[in-house]
């Protein structure tokens, strides 16, 4: 439900989260038992053995992840990062906000009944829910079970906006008429009238606009100043492609987590440009 009749807009929010939280901990109160002292599972071989299903993993775009941490939205899910501040570039790890005390988070939230209430959530960061869903699951915490989101945080949340920045700064209809001479080739999917019309894409969409962007923009004058060098504009796209697609491997290591900072820093040394352009 919408709340379409609760005309307070700060009253509906608050309202469509305690509900959100009530419908989830209805769903989960099954697991609460098992969790703690286990229940016997059969697996494939006949074997019985004594297993603790627990809530360990929240996959979701970030409003969800926001909605099930009780975080305002603009702030970060996992930890202090306040509002305005998540594009800020930390290339120390060392000097990264800590994360979110679960112990701390459960004091807070404990009393919803006394004074201040919602204050004192407000000065935790967090928003004033009534019995969050995770309080009482078994070995559960809602901050560190949210998740990297190839296709929210990655096509969706960042290269859509990329594909944006390119369409004006370099014009719809060249983009298109490049993408659609592009010569048949593996694994390359060909947009036959272009895809900067398209609309609502899919994250496979996303991922075939991808292999092929950069070669489309790599000699493209700016439309507005053509004169002006686009190698700022190459480097930054080129960034985040290379980021999206080091956060994809199936497993990391020192190596690869320093490419994928490195190749953060260079966006970030780049990234100026899109405001000068507009």
Known sequence: TSLSHVTNDAARRRMKANLF??????????????????????????????????????????????????????????????KGHLGEWVPDWIKNPP???LGMILDVMDNPFQENWPQRCKNAGLRP??????????????????????????????LKHVILWLKKIYGSAEIDARASRLPPNHHIRIFKNGFCSLSRLTGREHADICRIILGIIIDIPIKK???????QI?????????????????????????????????????????????
């Open 99 to 101: 994360l979110y005390d």
């Open 234 to 278: 190459i480097r930054a796209v080129r960034a985040l492609l290379d980021f999206a697609y080091l956060a994809q491997y199936p497993v990391h290591s020192t190596h690869t987590l320093n490419q994928m900072m490195d190749a953060l820093g260079q966006f970030h040394e780049n990234k100026d440009v899109f405001i000068e352009l507009g």
């Open 21 to 82: 939280h009530r419908c989830l901990q209805f769903i989960l109160k099954p697991i609460i038992e098992p969790g703690i002292n286990g229940i016997s599972m059969r697996s494939g071989n006949g074997i019985e053995y004594s297993c603790h299903p627990i809530f360990a993993i929240h996959v979701g775009d970030y409003p969800e992840q926001c909605e099930v941490t009780c975080v305002p939205c603009g702030s970060c899910p996992t930890c202090f990062t306040t």
């Open 129 to 158: 829910v009534f019995n969050p869903y995770w309080k009482d699951l078994p070995f559960a915490d809602p901050f560190l079970s949210i998740t990297p989101d190839i296709l929210h945080q990655q096509y969706q949340g960042i």
């Open 225 to 231: 100043q053509p004169t002006r060098s686009t190698s």
